[in-house]
């Protein structure tokens, strides 16, 4: 299956600053969705956005998604260095595929205290 | 929250020797169960989606003799790598889909596998 894009691939940032990740799929969605991965690590959930929906929030999360351009964007604000990792975007097609999930490339974040 | 346990976390194994990875959902049941597999600093690829009672639907370009699964119940999935290789070692991660909750997806921690 096709993968989608992410960017920036790498992201260096000083704690308290916002971090904002982009993501670019090419199916049509039923969801989309983000993850961490800590190095070496499974994943953890952030966040599951779908597609009737335009923006969610979750803690210091913000989720963006426009359907139209097939992409969609998270925000974490005040940024910590615990947030450092790696951030995943994965599709869903739902149907009789849901729950089978199309990664993004990926974007790895750090946080300099 | 719901569990999903894999194991081992990580093996070393011989290369030409089979190894297999369980996924065992621990407090709910799952019919659909689905494996990736991640290269280091790469994303997850789906290999296959694991059916209870029925043959996993391999992706395009996953050798299904090469890698077995079996879902012979509603909690746990089993993933074989057969004739492991140098080139098989990677990140194998399952994700368990819940037959009731909604639906919800909850992924293992992931299993580490390294061919010498």
């Known amino acids: 299956s096709q993968q989608g894009e992410e960017d920036p691939q790498a992201l260096s940032i000083q704690e308290g600053e916002n971090a904002t990740m982009n993501c670019s799929y090419k199916t049509s969605i039923n969801n989309l969705q983000w993850y961490r991965q800590n190095s070496g690590r499974g994943l953890v959930h952030l966040i599951l956005i779908r597609s009737n929906e335009r923006e969610k929030h979750s803690g210091r999360l913000r989720v963006t998604l426009d359907t139209s351009k097939k992409s969609s964007s998270l925000l974490i604000t005040a940024s910590r260095a615990a947030d450092t990792a790696s951030y995943f975007c994965?599709?869903?097609?739902?149907?009789?595929?849901?729950?089978?999930?199309?990664f993004g490339q990926g974007t790895i974040l750090t946080v300099h205290p | 929250g719901a569990v999903v346990s894999q194991h081992p976390s990580w093996v070393i194994c011989k290369s030409g020797t089979s190894v297999k990875i369980e996924c065992r959902s621990l407090d709910f049941q799952a019919t659909t169960m689905f494996w990736y597999r991640q290269f280091p600093k790469q994303s997850l690829m789906l290999m296959a989606t694991?059916?209870?009672?029925?043959?996993?639907?391999?992706e395009q370009g996953v050798e299904k003799d090469k890698f077995l699964i079996n879902h012979a119940s509603l909690t746990l999935s089993t993933l074989t790598v057969t004739s492991a290789h140098p080139e098989d070692s990677s990140f194998y991660i399952c994700s368990a889909r819940s037959t009731g909750r909604s639906g919800e997806l909850f992924f293992g921690e992931g299993s580490r596998l390294t061919v010498l």
């Open positions: 694991s059916n209870e009672g029925s043959k996993a639907t391999y």
């Open positions: 994965a599709t869903d097609r739902g149907g009789t595929s849901y729950g089978k999930l199309t």
